[in-house]
């Protein structure tokens, strides 16, 4: 089942993706192939851009890192030259020009690897973050800190609702390893200081509230993995009070239909947990777009099957008759290489 909608001029997709979710919702079809990707280093071949064209997603989601612009001088140099080298890809900009598209960012459009609150050029990155997605004037996210973002589309029994957060702006400094390089403990290990946080206390009251308005379908995109498990790198894990503390909103919230969308590992994984009081939780992460980590060899005791390490793009295809959600992962060819499909009760708390 496949509901297209509508192409647009650039300016119409600009104005009509980023203006508040209640507006985008009004008169749209509901969302049944969404695509998302991460990690497109622009000075580098994006030849995927022609797979996801031709899958002819509803919607796109760039899930961060959607350029590599790291930089260290007020002027974001680095990051403004890695914008305009995006705006000179084919595909990237025909995607961009033709499909309605949600942006979130990651570290590399942040502006520094894994940084996170004290990075002290933020604010410039934001800047040239909302002008690059053509972020109206009146948009939301240009009045308060941080990018996370909201949208509701689709009709009463049909909606979706895309919750983008912002896992860079507030975010407190990670605990380093004491053993660099040793599996598991790559770069960072976990910290249960109660002081730290992931989203900031103003995002986690958005988050809460957010989860509390009425759709069908959540998908929550975090650029950080959330249930992943065995590694050192960036994750949620690295709070372990935080990430329990995101269980406890869905459960609280009383939440359903939640799956979770991430990036910025370089290779593509799916993943199942249930916590504690909830019901199965999956997450699809998808990376990179072209910066692929080949070499990965970690443990995955919560993933669904082995890593896909090569290029490829995340699909959400929801069957609003049969109840179900298919999650893969899809090569430059578009072929589905990794996949689950969740049923509609699987997602809904016990009565």
Not at 104 to 113: E, K, Q, V
Not at 170 to 195: I, N
Not at 233 to 247: D, S, V
């Amino acid at each position: 089942m496949v509901i297209m909608l509508k192409r647009r001029t650039l300016a119409h997709l600009a104005a009509a993706s980023l203006v508040p979710g209640a507006a985008l919702a009004q008169g749209r079809p509901p969302l049944s192939r969404i695509a998302f990707g991460s990690c497109a280093e622009q000075r580098r071949p994006q030849p995927i851009w022609n797979a996801i064209l031709a899958y002819q997603p509803d919607l796109f989601i760039f899930a961060g890192d959607n350029v590599y612009g790291d930089f260290a001088t007020a002027d974001a140099a680095g990051l403004k030259q890695a914008y305009d080298g995006a705006r000179h890809i084919a595909g990237y900009t025909r995607l961009v020009e033709t499909v309605p598209n949600l942006a979130i960012w990651d570290d590399h459009d942040y502006g520094l690897n894994d940084g996170g609150a004290d990075f002290a050029h933020k604010s410039v990155a934001k800047d040239e973050f909302l002008k690059f997605w053509n972020a109206p004037a009146d948009d939301a996210r240009r009045q308060r800190e941080g990018i996370y973002d909201s949208r509701i589309i689709g009709p009463a029994g049909m909606r979706v609702q895309i919750l983008l957060l912002d896992t860079r702006w507030f975010r407190s400094p990670l605990k380093p390893t004491d053993q660099r390089d040793a599996p598991g403990k790559e770069r960072y290990v976990p910290d249960t200081d109660p002081a730290k946080t992931m989203l900031g206390d103003t995002q986690w009251a958005w988050l809460a509230a957010e989860l509390r308005k009425p759709a069908e379908v959540r998908l929550i995109v975090s650029t950080i993995q959330v249930l992943a498990e065995g590694h050192g790198w960036e994750r949620w894990g690295n709070f372990p009070l935080e990430r329990q503390k995101l269980f406890d909103t869905v459960r609280e919230s009383g939440a359903n239909g939640v799956v979770f969308l991430s990036g910025d590992r370089h290779f593509g994984a799916l993943y199942r947990e249930t916590p504690v009081g909830g019901y199965p939780l999956h997450e699809i992460t998808s990376s990179g777009l072209n910066v692929i980590y080949w070499a990965v060899k970690e443990p995955g005791p919560n993933r669904l099957g082995a890593v896909y390490a090569t290029a490829n793009f995340g699909t959400v295809e929801i069957d609003w008759w049969d109840r179900s959600i298919q999650l893969a992962l899809r090569d430059e060819g578009g072929n589905a290489r990794r996949s689950v499909t969740i049923k509609a009760d699987e997602l809904v708390f016990a009565k």
